[in-house]
């Protein structure tokens, strides 16, 4: 699956099999595995949008809209890894919200909850066959606009919402507050991607 931004063709839907999900093959390749400082971490489900590459006869009309498609592929979303290592994938149902937790909640109880290390998977040969098919549906509706659409991007839409303390309150038993806390997380993350 090319990388958000990277154009694709489209092949016809009745080609495409919806591959099964195989853990084994997922990367981090949207979003690297990290952990939110965060106490709380709401999350909504992802929406993907699909942009088609205009034709390039019709490079005088107006860009089309993006269209709402159903995950590309069964292994396509947010992966999280358990305490035992394994890595599951973590669907969020449509009209819910979960909740993730961050590194504070791990530090406010001494451990007994840990930060939920996390990321974004893209790996996909293709689209999958149902967003294809919305696709399709969508260039027979609309012929004169998307009939020729031939190619597109996908974007992974989606909102966090991330729960802290106030700055002056107390996270660590060492006293360490949010404020220092947070300080030292961003040293952290600064000094590993200057490495």
Same mark, same amino acid.
Request: hydrophobic share 35%; net charge negative.
């Given at each position: 699956? #090319?990388?958000?931004?990277?154009?694709?063709?489209? #092949?016809?839907?009745?080609?495409?099999?919806?591959?099964?999900?195989?853990?084994?093959?997922?990367?981090?390749?949207?979003?690297? +595995?990290?952990?939110?400082?965060?106490?709380?971490?709401?999350?909504?489900?992802?929406?993907?949008?699909? @942009?088609? !590459?205009?034709? /390039?006869?019709?490079?005088?009309?107006? #860009?089309?809209?993006?269209?709402?498609?159903?995950?590309?592929?069964?292994? +396509?979303?947010?992966?999280?890894?358990? $305490?035992?290592?394994?890595?599951?994938?973590?669907?969020?149902?449509?009209?819910?919200?979960?909740?993730?937790?961050?590194? /504070?909640?791990?530090?406010? /109880?001494? %451990? $007994?909850?840990?930060?939920?290390?996390?990321?974004?998977?893209?790996?996909?040969? +293709?689209?999958? %066959?149902?967003?294809?098919?919305?696709?399709? $549906?969508?260039?027979?509706?609309?012929?004169? !606009?998307?009939?020729?659409?031939?190619?597109?991007?996908?974007?992974?839409?989606?909102?966090?919402?991330?729960?802290?303390?106030? @700055?002056?309150?107390?996270?660590?038993?060492?006293?360490? /507050?949010?404020?220092?806390?947070? !300080? %030292?997380?961003?040293? %952290? @993350?600064?000094?590993?991607?200057?490495?």
């Amino acid at each position: 699956f #090319p990388r958000e931004g990277e154009p694709f063709a489209l #092949p016809p839907s009745s080609s495409v099999e919806d591959a099964p999900l195989n853990v084994d093959e997922v990367d981090d390749s949207w979003c690297g +595995t990290h952990i939110d400082h965060s106490l709380l971490t709401v999350l909504c489900p992802s929406m993907y949008l699909f @942009h088609p !590459t205009p034709p /390039t006869s019709s490079s005088s009309s107006a #860009p089309l809209d993006p269209l709402i498609i159903p995950s590309p592929s069964r292994s +396509t979303g947010l992966f999280i890894k358990t $305490r035992a290592g394994k890595v599951v994938q973590a669907t969020i149902p449509e009209n819910c919200v979960a909740l993730q937790t961050g590194e /504070t909640v791990e530090l406010l /109880t001494s %451990r $007994r909850l840990a930060a939920t290390p996390h990321f974004v998977n893209a790996t996909a040969a +293709t689209l999958g %066959r149902k967003a294809l098919e919305v696709i399709e $549906r969508r260039k027979e509706e609309e012929p004169e !606009t998307w009939g020729k659409v031939e190619s597109g991007t996908v974007s992974r839409e989606t909102l966090a919402v991330f729960l802290q303390p106030n @700055h002056d309150e107390v996270v660590a038993e060492d006293g360490e /507050t949010f404020g220092q806390f947070s !300080t %030292r997380v961003f040293k %952290r @993350h600064y000094e590993e991607a200057s490495k």
